[in-house]
């Protein structure tokens, strides 16, 4: 596993990404919105090492914006890439882990995610992403 991004829980997206892409001079790589999630986020790529994930909640009840208000802006939580994600939850889930959701979920672009309950890593909340390749058309 490679950590493939730090997401940083946001209030303001837009001025968030102002901030990091001109003081810090990130690459905006995109920004989308999953409404499944209730989230709103921004891609940010180093030069080297994990990406920047800018994430604010949108509409009412979303679990982000619970966090928000619960424990105010800050790092929300750390990902890593894996290659099979559901592989990867039930190796974990045979060594004890448990898992916010039991199945992977929609993520950014065309991946997929699980979240790691924060209890099982020292009140962190870890992200697992299975990048999903492009499907070749048919000729």
Known sequence: ??????GIAVRNLEESIEKWSELLELE?????EIKE??????????????????????????ALGKFLKERGEGI????????????????LKKK????VQESPQKGAGR???A???PRNFNSVLIELKEEK????PLL
């Open 1 to 6: 596993m490679k950590v493939d991004h730090i």
């Open 28 to 32: 905006v790589k995109g920004v989308e």
């Open 37 to 62: 999630r209730g989230v709103r986020l921004a891609h940010l790529s180093t030069k080297s090492g994990p990406s920047i994930e800018l994430l604010t909640p949108c509409g009412e009840g979303s």
């Open 76 to 91: 929300h939580h750390f990902c890593f890439e894996v290659k099979n994600i559901e592989r990867a939850m039930e190796e």
């Open 96 to 99: 004890g882990i448990q898992f």
């Open 111 to 113: 991946s997929l995610i």
């Open 115 to 117: 979240f790691i309950h």
């Open 133 to 136: 390749k492009e499907e070749s």
